[in-house]
C-alpha cells in the first residue's frame, strides 16, 4: 500500500483561510502571517475567548484561498467593489502560541515574542485572540522599530488602570499601551455604553486620546475615523469585535447595544488603512460559547479580509504599508 503524501495529509480548511501552515520554528513565507492565541485570563465578565481563535480558523474555511490542487486561488473578486482583492497576496498560518495555565505574565511574554518572530522577518502579523489583553503583548513586539499610533476600534475604552488586582486583563489594555514610548498616540473609534468609574475617562482624555463615538461615526461618516489618525503614520490596528452591535455579534464577553453595523465598521476601518500605514492587526474577543449561528465567528472571519484588501490595495497603488523602523516619522 502506498504511504499517503505529505501533501495530502496537510488539512485544508483548520488553517486560517486553507493557508499553508509555517514550518515549526521557522519565519513564515508569505506576505501575511496569521497567529492564534488563545488567551482569556484577562477577561472580567464572560470566559470563552480562548476558543476565538479555533472559531473564527473554522468560519474562514468559507473563504478558503487554496484551491483542491493546493495552489493559490488567485484572491477574491468582491461584488461590492467591483475588483478582485488580494490577488498574488500569500498567507501563512503560524498556529497559536502556547499558553500556560494561570500565569498572565508569561503567556503575555509569549505572544510578545510570537509577533516580534513575524514583524522582525518583515512580514505583516495579524492576531487572532483571544481577549483584548493580548493587544498589549503584540504592541510589545514593536518595540524598537519607530513610532506607533494604536487605532482601536472598540465599544469600550480599555483605560482603567487597575481592576482586582491586576493591571493586564482585557479593561487596562489602552492604558498599558498608552505608558509604552514608542506609542505616540491612540484612536478609540466606536465607544459607547455607559461607564461606572470616572477616572479611566479622564486619564483618557489627560493622555490625549482621540474619541470617535459611535454615534459620532454614523452622524459623520468613515471620514470622522480617517481624522482621528494621523496622516501617513504607522499604525496598529486592533478590533474588538464588541464593537459591532450586540444583535450582529453576540458572540463576545461584553456586549453592548447600539454598536455599529459590519458596514460602518468596514468602511471606517478602510477609511483609517488609506489615512495610515498599517504594520500590524489583531481582532479579539470572539467568545464562541456566547454565539450563535457562527455568525460573530463568521464576520470575524469576513472583516479580516476586508482590512487586508485595503491594506494592500494600497501596496498595490505604489504607497507602501509596511516600512522599516528607520522609516517611519513620529505619529
Given at each position: 500500500?502506498?504511504?499517503?503524501?505529505?501533501?495530502?495529509?496537510?488539512?485544508?480548511?483548520?488553517?486560517?483561510?486553507?493557508?499553508?501552515?509555517?514550518?515549526?520554528?521557522?519565519?513564515?513565507?508569505?506576505?501575511?502571517?496569521?497567529?492564534?492565541?488563545?488567551?482569556?485570563?484577562?477577561?472580567?465578565?464572560?470566559?470563552?475567548?480562548?476558543?476565538?481563535?479555533?472559531?473564527?480558523?473554522?468560519?474562514?474555511?468559507?473563504?478558503?484561498?487554496?484551491?483542491?490542487?493546493?495552489?493559490?486561488?488567485?484572491?477574491?473578486?468582491?461584488?461590492?467593489?467591483?475588483?478582485?482583492?488580494?490577488?498574488?497576496?500569500?498567507?501563512?498560518?503560524?498556529?497559536?502560541?502556547?499558553?500556560?495555565?494561570?500565569?498572565?505574565?508569561?503567556?503575555?511574554?509569549?505572544?510578545?515574542?510570537?509577533?516580534?518572530a513575524i514583524a522582525g522577518a518583515g512580514h505583516l502579523p495579524v492576531i487572532v485572540g483571544g481577549d483584548h489583553s493580548i493587544t498589549y503583548a503584540a504592541l510589545r513586539a514593536f518595540a524598537g522599530r519607530g513610532p506607533l499610533h494604536v487605532?482601536?476600534?472598540?465599544?469600550?475604552?480599555?483605560?482603567?488602570?487597575?481592576?482586582?488586582?491586576?493591571?493586564?486583563?482585557?479593561?487596562?489594555?489602552?492604558?498599558?499601551?498608552?505608558?509604552?514610548?514608542?506609542?505616540?498616540?491612540?484612536?478609540?473609534?466606536?465607544?459607547?455604553?455607559?461607564?461606572?468609574?470616572?477616572?479611566?475617562?479622564?486619564?483618557?482624555?489627560?493622555?490625549?486620546?482621540?474619541?470617535?463615538?459611535?454615534?459620532?461615526l454614523r452622524r459623520d461618516g468613515p471620514e470622522a475615523a480617517a481624522r482621528s489618525v494621523p496622516a501617513g503614520a504607522a499604525c496598529y490596528l486592533t478590533v474588538d469585535i464588541d464593537v459591532l452591535d450586540i444583535a450582529q455579534a453576540p458572540?463576545?464577553?461584553?456586549?453592548?447595544?447600539?454598536?455599529?453595523?459590519?458596514?460602518?465598521?468596514?468602511?471606517?476601518?478602510?477609511?483609517?488603512?488609506?489615512?495610515?500605514?498599517?504594520?500590524?492587526?489583531?481582532?479579539?474577543?470572539?467568545?464562541?460559547?456566547?454565539?450563535?449561528?457562527?455568525?460573530?465567528?463568521?464576520?470575524?472571519?469576513?472583516?479580516?479580509?476586508?482590512?487586508?484588501?485595503?491594506?494592500?490595495?494600497?501596496?498595490?497603488?505604489?504607497?507602501?504599508?509596511?516600512?522599516?523602523?528607520?522609516?517611519?516619522?513620529?505619529?
Amino acid at each position: 500500500m502506498t504511504p499517503p503524501s505529505a501533501q495530502s495529509l496537510r488539512p485544508k480548511y483548520l488553517t486560517f483561510y486553507g493557508a499553508p501552515p509555517c514550518a515549526p520554528g521557522a519565519a513564515p513565507d508569505a506576505d501575511v502571517a496569521f497567529v492564534g492565541v488563545p488567551f482569556d485570563l484577562g477577561t472580567t465578565l464572560r470566559p470563552g475567548a480562548r476558543f476565538g481563535p479555533a472559531a473564527v480558523r473554522a468560519a474562514s474555511a468559507w473563504y478558503r484561498y487554496i484551491d483542491d490542487d493546493g495552489k493559490a486561488a488567485g484572491g477574491w473578486f468582491d461584488l461590492d467593489l467591483g475588483r478582485w482583492i488580494l490577488q498574488g497576496i500569500t498567507m501563512a498560518d503560524c498556529g497559536d502560541v502556547e499558553i500556560a495555565p494561570a500565569d498572565i505574565t508569561a503567556n503575555l511574554e509569549r505572544i510578545t515574542a510570537g509577533v516580534a518572530a513575524i514583524a522582525g522577518a518583515g512580514h505583516l502579523p495579524v492576531i487572532v485572540g483571544g481577549d483584548h489583553s493580548i493587544t498589549y503583548a503584540a504592541l510589545r513586539a514593536f518595540a524598537g522599530r519607530g513610532p506607533l499610533h494604536v487605532v482601536q476600534f472598540d465599544t469600550h475604552q480599555d483605560f482603567v488602570d487597575e481592576r482586582r488586582g491586576t493591571r493586564l486583563g482585557h479593561g487596562n489594555v489602552m492604558r498599558r499601551a498608552s505608558e509604552l514610548p514608542f506609542v505616540t498616540g491612540i484612536s478609540q473609534i466606536g465607544i459607547k455604553g455607559l461607564q461606572k468609574y470616572p477616572e479611566p475617562v479622564a486619564a483618557a482624555q489627560t493622555y490625549g486620546a482621540r474619541i470617535v463615538t459611535a454615534s459620532a461615526l454614523r452622524r459623520d461618516g468613515p471620514e470622522a475615523a480617517a481624522r482621528s489618525v494621523p496622516a501617513g503614520a504607522a499604525c496598529y490596528l486592533t478590533v474588538d469585535i464588541d464593537v459591532l452591535d450586540i444583535a450582529q455579534a453576540p458572540g463576545t464577553g461584553t456586549p453592548e447595544p447600539g454598536g455599529l453595523s459590519y458596514r460602518e465598521l468596514c468602511e471606517a476601518a478602510r477609511a483609517v488603512v488609506n489615512r495610515g500605514r498599517v504594520v500590524g492587526l489583531d481582532l479579539v474577543e470572539v467568545s464562541p460559547p456566547y454565539d450563535w449561528a457562527e455568525v460573530t465567528a463568521r464576520s470575524a472571519a469576513r472583516l479580516i479580509l476586508d482590512v487586508l484588501a485595503a491594506i494592500f490595495a494600497r501596496e498595490s497603488e505604489g504607497r507602501p504599508v509596511i516600512r522599516a523602523a528607520s522609516e517611519e516619522g513620529r505619529a
